[in-house]
């Protein structure tokens, strides 16, 4: 069996060790790990291990979030693989989940979104800007576990070409029952893109994320 190519990542901020909390950052189809770490110098937060994964080829899975789930496989189970490397990495530099935030724009939401429900435990947060939970419409969503309190904030347009709006409410839904804490805006005729406002809301939640 041919070996897997190593995980690629870019990182910013302060090292793992020692870093009061960490991010993990999931970009977009056709983008790249470095273009997510625009988001750390936006945030500006001391202390922060900022992590972004690259995606082999620059894509997650194949084809749309709303598709079938075996179309998108076994890209799905690999990229969700990834960012469970990424977790791990963090832990075990001493980092508890409940201060590792997870956060993705448009697929790379999509990705954040679902590895949190599928890995359902507290974290320090999840964000989902222009996202929503992977399948398509009617797809079970009998995920096991909690989020046990996890802030969870879902940004998007209401004219996203990518995201359908009713997938964003139902991952609200879904998110709640899992017992997240969730924040959902929509902002009105923006489009597929991250907004001020919602990089306001990351910044406040990363501030929350004291040390032990």
Not at 6 to 18: C, D, F, N, T, Y
Not at 52 to 64: L, R
Not at 82 to 88: E, K, L, N, S, T
Request: proline share 8%; aromatic share 6%.
């Amino acid at each position: 069996m041919p070996t897997r190519p190593p995980i690629e990542v870019a990182a910013a901020g302060v090292p793992l060790a020692g870093a009061r909390a960490a991010m993990i950052l999931l970009h977009g189809r056709g983008a790249t790990a470095h273009s997510m770490l625009s988001i750390a110098e936006v945030l500006s937060q001391p202390d922060i291990a900022y992590i972004a994964p690259q995606a082999p080829g620059n894509t997650w899975y194949p084809y749309s979030f709303l598709a079938p789930l075996a179309q998108n496989e076994p890209d799905l189970s690999r990229a969700l693989e990834i960012v469970d490397a990424m977790v791990g990495e963090a832990v075990r530099a001493g980092i508890p989940r409940e201060r590792i935030v997870l956060l993705g724009f448009s697929q790379g939401g999509c990705l954040a979104l679902e590895y949190a429900a599928r890995n359902a435990q507290r974290y320090g947060a999840v964000v989902g800007l222009s996202g929503g939970l992977i399948g398509p419409e009617g797809t079970p969503r009998d995920y096991a576990g909690s989020l046990e309190g996890t802030p969870v904030f879902l940004g998007c347009s209401d004219v996203d070409g990518h995201i359908p709006l009713w997938r964003v409410h139902e991952s609200t839904k879904v998110m709640a029952g899992l017992g997240a804490r969730v924040t959902e805006r929509i902002y009105p005729g923006i489009g597929h893109t991250i907004n001020d406002d919602e990089m306001r809301h990351v910044e406040a939640l990363l501030a929350s994320l004291q040390r032990p």
